[in-house]
């Protein structure tokens, strides 16, 4: 099987560049855990896919190599940071990729591309060999055609791996023999927070249909609160930017990586390798997050950040009281067009306003096909699990799309 990987993930082979300057012609000593299992199961890695710098974007557009297109519209973004492994599957250039995701960088490119996207529970799958953004977020998964495809990817990668220190030794059931249609008795939640000003008319009419899809074919549809809801953007923004400036620090032109030609002395060497091969965006995160880690802000911002954090875990365990699986949009919008968002950060930000806390809280999301705009631009549902509840989510993935087309759909490139 044909596998495409994005560029954080660590290969021997070819370079692994995270999209950036600064790792230009950087060749990795190693394979990652889930390289090597993609090896033993056989699998063809061919390549690897673009993406936003160190995964610090939401478009592609922030790579220091070049701009990935969304196929579905040339003008448009794919998303970010998987933009590459996910325009490369909509396009159907790929039968499966993987992606990684820190704040839905899985799930929000899957959405934008018509295609679907497993964000794995936090320690389902080993970290060793990606390259960190933030250590207590990121998570690697695939990006797929459809949900039989993620469960077979994911039996695949996911499992106990002692060289990550935060790989949970859970057994790995077997996610393929688990889709059997919609189980008996779903329960699927829907907060009401998530459908407010700013969301999209037609996202938001694509995904009432599709929960409405889903309680014709049995489920019981449940209104669910997310109180917390406000707050996951300053609480995403500063715990992620905090660990992304502490994991880029070892980026300084001595031990690996780009190095400034410009004599100077040691304190020049680091600024000025740094200054040469960051993109804007990775600097302003590294800036913001050595912000919010300085003395005087750290109680101010960055633990206040991790209380906030512990509320939205408390959120999402009250509402898996009530039901099995909470259903909703994957991005306020449909894809949006190259350039449209470069020079407003805050807004940039927010087209993870839905998929941030599924990082935060660790649990598992996914992202299906569930419909097309007006102007044809694809639409996700996200799904969202309890702690290592995969399974059901795939169950749930694989029953609505065993009963609608949409994941069939491509591209007129494809």
């Not at 329960?187 to 899809?213: S, T, Y």
Request: with cysteine; proline share 5%.
């Amino acid at each position: 099987m044909p596998v495409a990987i994005k560029d954080n993930i660590c290969t021997r082979f070819g370079y692994t560049t995270c999209g950036s300057r600064i790792l230009a012609n950087f060749t990795s000593p190693y394979d990652a855990h889930v390289v090597e299992r993609l090896n033993a199961a056989g699998a063809v890695i061919v390549g690897k896919t673009n993406m936003d710098e160190f995964a610090m974007g939401s478009s592609t557009e922030n790579s220091g190599m070049h701009v990935t297109r969304n196929p579905w519209d040339l003008d448009r973004v794919p998303g970010g940071s998987s933009g590459g492994s996910a325009a490369a599957m909509a396009a159907r250039i790929m039968p499966i990729a993987l992606g990684s995701d820190t704040g839905g960088s899985i799930r929000q490119p899957a959405s934008f591309c018509g295609v679907t996207g497993l964000k794995p529970t936090y320690g389902r799958v080993s970290r060793f060999g990606l390259v960190a953004y933030g250590s207590s977020l990121d998570q690697i998964g695939p990006i797929t055609v459809d949900a039989r495809d993620a469960a077979l990817m994911l039996g695949v990668i996911a499992g106990h791996d002692r060289r990550d220190s935060t790989s949970a030794p859970n057994d790995v059931p077997d996610y393929v023999a688990a889709l059997k249609g919609l189980p008996k008795g779903l329960k699927i939640g829907v907060a009401r927070e998530f459908f407010v000003e700013g969301l999209d008319p037609e996202v938001k009419q694509a995904v009432e249909a599709a929960v409405n899809q889903l309680a014709e074919l049995g489920a019981e549809v449940v209104e669910i609160s997310l109180p917390t809801t406000p707050h996951w953007l300053a609480a995403y923004t500063i715990v992620a930017f905090a660990e992304a400036s502490s994991n880029l620090s070892r980026y300084d032109g001595v031990h690996y990586g780009h190095r400034t030609d410009r004599e100077g002395d040691i304190i020049d060497l680091y600024s000025r390798t740094r200054a040469e091969g960051f993109g804007q965006e990775v600097k302003r995160r590294i800036m913001l997050g050595t912000y919010t880690l300085s003395s005087g802000y750290y109680d101010a911002y960055y633990l206040k950040a991790l209380k906030v954090r512990t509320l939205i875990i408390n959120d999402f365990a009250a509402a898996f009281d009530r039901c099995d699986v909470i259903a909703g949009p994957v991005s306020p919008t449909p894809a949006f067009k190259i350039g449209e968002k470069t020079d407003d950060p805050l807004t940039m930000y927010l087209s993870d306003i839905y998929t941030i806390s599924v990082n935060l809280a660790g649990v598992p999301g996914i992202s299906i096909p569930c419909g097309f705009s007006q102007s044809g631009l694809p639409i996700g549902l996200q799904l969202i699990g309890r702690h290592f509840g995969e399974a059901a989510l795939l169950q749930v993935a694989d029953g609505y799309q065993q009963a609608s087309q949409w994941h069939l759909a491509t591209p007129e490139v494809a």
